[in-house]
């Protein structure tokens, strides 16, 4: 079975707006850092200033999950500075 | 993910540095400026040089916007604000056309057999990170 992440990034490609609007969407609901360069080629790219938008507002959405996922993995391998009381 | 990103800025391949910049630029990543303004000095390739300096413009007018939102006590930019920056951001994305243009021109310059060596580093006057250092005028942007 096909990614669903392929399907939506191969729909930021179609020239009815609607479609690649709906593509942001649905890639933003996934969340995959994988999509940030296609978003980021949308934002840059896109004739449509409103998709620009939206492909920019989606790239942010995901990028600061990714780094609060990132900070709370690095807080919690850190070792705790706290005295051991046993 | 940043550092990540940042390591992506030095990849031979000058397709994902300029993928990366585009990242960097829709993410408005302040804490790459420094990195931007490195690519816009010293990388090779002219076309990725022009979109670090895009990516670079994008960045800036973004921490300006978010350091206006701060010292001041308006909860929001002006309209007049507002619209200056959407006028950045437009006339970015105008000349950001004009570049992958010119970009593709350059590539096919490239794919023939006697193509010229690859140029030096830019020696442009415009230094990006002086200028960010010392605060853009808003004449930078016209």
Same mark, same amino acid.
Request: aromatic share 4%; with cysteine; net charge neutral.
């Given at each position: 079975? #096909? ?8 729909r930021l490609r179609d020239p009815d707006a609607a479609v690649r609007r709906q593509a942001i969407r649905?890639i933003e ?5 994988? +999509?940030?360069?296609a978003l +980021?080629q949308c934002f840059a790219l896109d004739p449509d200033l409103e998709i620009r938008k939206l492909a920019q507002n989606a790239g942010?959405?995901?990028?600061? +999950?990714? @780094?609060?996922?990132? +900070? *709370? @993995? #690095?807080?919690?391998?850190?070792? *705790? ?6 | ?25 829709m %993410?408005?990543? %302040? ?16 076309? %990725?040089?022009?979109?670090? $300096?895009?990516?670079?413009? /994008? /960045? ?9 939102? %701060? ?14 920056? $959407? ?6 994305h ?38 960010? &250092?010392?605060?853009?005028?808003? &004449?930078?942007?016209?």
């Amino acid at each position: 079975m #096909r990614d669903p992440l392929e399907i939506w990034l191969g729909r930021l490609r179609d020239p009815d707006a609607a479609v690649r609007r709906q593509a942001i969407r649905q890639i933003e609901l996934i969340g995959d850092p994988r +999509a940030l360069g296609a978003l +980021a080629q949308c934002f840059a790219l896109d004739p449509d200033l409103e998709i620009r938008k939206l492909a920019q507002n989606a790239g942010k959405t995901i990028y600061q +999950a990714v @780094e609060r996922r990132l +900070a *709370n @993995e #690095r807080r919690h391998a850190s070792p *705790n500075p706290s005295p051991d009381h046993s | 993910m940043l550092p990540e990103l940042l390591e992506r800025l030095k990849h031979p391949d000058q397709w994902v540095r300029i993928e990366t910049l585009r990242i960097l630029a829709m %993410v408005e990543e %302040v804490r790459a400026l420094n990195a931007i303004a490195q690519v816009y000095r010293t990388d090779p390739e002219p076309g %990725v040089r022009q979109v670090a $300096h895009w990516a670079g413009r /994008i /960045i800036y007018a973004a921490k300006r916007s978010a350091q206006t939102s %701060v010292t001041t006590s308006a909860p929001a930019l002006t309209e007049r604000q507002e619209a200056f920056l $959407h006028s950045l951001i437009e006339k970015d994305h105008r000349t950001y056309d004009l570049m992958q243009l010119s970009l593709q021109r350059e590539q096919l310059r490239e794919t023939r057999p006697s193509a010229p060596p690859a140029l030096p580093p830019s020696q442009a006057p415009l230094d990006l990170m002086r200028l960010l &250092d010392e605060g853009l005028s808003e &004449d930078f942007f016209s």
